[in-house]
C-alpha cells in the first residue's frame, strides 16, 4: 500500500460534467491505499479460504426484475457491435449474460487463463466490501480516491491536459470510435502495464471503475458514507423512491472522449450495489496513523 498524509485539495471540476461540480475544498484523513487494484489470482485466495459466493453467482430474486420468476446467476458483459450505433442506447453494447462471473468473464466457456494479474471484474460493492474485510482493509471514500489519483492539480487528467500524450497512452483506455472500433487493449489489462502515477500508483485511471463508498449525488456535498451496511432508498419530494447508488471512480477500458471522457480523477458515475459488470473492479484502503 501506499501511504497518504492527511491533506486538503480541491475536489470536483467545473470543466467537464455536471455532477462533478462545484469544485470545493475537501480534507481527507491519512490513509494507506493499494498500489493496484485486486487481481483474480487475490480474489481467488479469498473465494478458496472462504468459500464466498458473489452477487454474479446467486439468482436474480423476480421481485428486482418485475418477473414471476428468479433469474439465473448472470452480470452484465461488454460486446462490441460490428457498426456504428446510437450511442444514447446502452444495449447496443451491453448485454446481460447468465453464467457470466469473476472467474468466467464472458460467461460460460470463458475462464482466468493468462488473465491472474488483470483486476477482478464482476464483483458488487458487497463482493468488494467481503474482500476488503477479509484482508482487514476497507474501501475507499470517493475523496480518498479523487485525491490518491491526481485530483486537486488542476489538470483535466492525472498526467496533464492532454488525453493521449505524444510518447504514449498514460492508461487503459478506448481508443478509436466507441463502441465498435478500438485500436486500444479492447478489455482489461494486466494491474501495472501502464505508468504509475507521481504517488506509485497503477490503474487509478482506466482499466475498471472502482467502488468507493460514498453515495452518489448529481453534484458534490457534504459527503455521505456508509461503507458497511445497506444504504436506505432515497425518498424524493413527490414520495417516489430509488436504489440509492455508490461512486465508482477512475474510468475504465470503456472510457472514450467521443462517448465517456471520464478516466480523469475528478470524474464520477453511479452504479447500485447489486450490479456487477465487466469493466467494474475495486482496490483497497485502510485508515493510517495521523502523522504517517
Not at 461540480?21 to 475537501?26: A, Y
Not at 500524450?165 to 485500436?183: E, L, M, S, V
Not at 468507493?212 to 457534504?222: A, C, E, N, V
Amino acid at each position: 500500500m501506499v501511504t497518504f498524509p492527511a491533506a486538503h485539495f480541491v475536489m470536483g471540476s467545473n470543466r467537464h460534467y455536471l455532477d462533478e461540480r462545484p469544485t470545493h475544498l475537501r480534507h481527507v484523513d491519512a490513509f494507506h491505499l493499494d498500489r493496484t487494484p485486486v487481481t483474480n489470482a487475490q480474489f481467488a485466495a479469498f473465494v478458496t479460504a472462504t468459500g464466498y459466493v458473489t452477487v454474479a453467482e446467486r439468482p436474480v430474486p423476480a421481485h428486482l426484475t418485475g418477473g414471476a420468476e428468479d433469474l439465473p446467476p448472470g452480470s452484465m458483459v461488454f460486446t462490441p457491435p460490428e457498426r456504428p450505433v446510437d450511442l444514447s442506447d446502452w444495449r447496443a453494447w451491453w448485454s446481460w449474460v447468465p453464467g457470466a462471473t469473476w472467474s468466467h468473464p464472458e460467461g460460460p466457456g470463458s475462464d482466468l487463463t493468462a488473465r491472474a494479474t488483470h483486476p477482478v471484474v464482476h464483483v458488487a460493492f458487497d463482493d468488494a466490501a467481503a474482500y476488503a474485510a477479509w484482508v482487514g482493509c476497507r474501501l475507499p471514500t470517493e475523496a480518498e480516491y479523487e485525491y490518491a489519483a491526481g485530483g486537486g492539480t488542476g489538470h483535466a487528467f492525472a498526467w496533464g491536459d492532454d488525453p493521449y500524450p505524444a510518447d504514449g497512452p498514460r492508461a487503459n483506455t478506448w481508443i478509436g470510435r466507441f463502441p465498435h472500433d478500438n485500436q486500444g487493449i479492447g478489455g482489461t489489462s494486466p494491474v501495472g502495464s501502464y505508468p504509475a502515477n507521481a504517488d506509485g500508483l497503477f490503474d487509478m485511471i482506466g482499466n475498471v471503475w472502482e467502488w468507493t463508498t460514498d453515495t452518489y449525488r448529481p453534484f458534490h456535498q457534504p459527503p455521505h458514507v456508509d461503507p458497511d451496511g445497506r444504504l436506505p432508498l432515497l425518498t424524493f419530494g413527490n414520495g417516489s423512491t430509488a436504489a440509492p447508488r455508490r461512486v465508482l471512480k477512475g474510468g475504465s477500458f470503456l472510457c472514450s472522449p467521443d462517448y465517456c471522457l471520464r478516466f480523469r480523477p475528478a470524474a464520477r458515475s453511479p452504479q447500485t450495489d447489486d450490479t456487477a459488470m465487466s469493466h467494474i473492479g475495486f482496490r483497497c484502503a485502510a485508515d493510517a496513523a495521523p502523522h504517517s
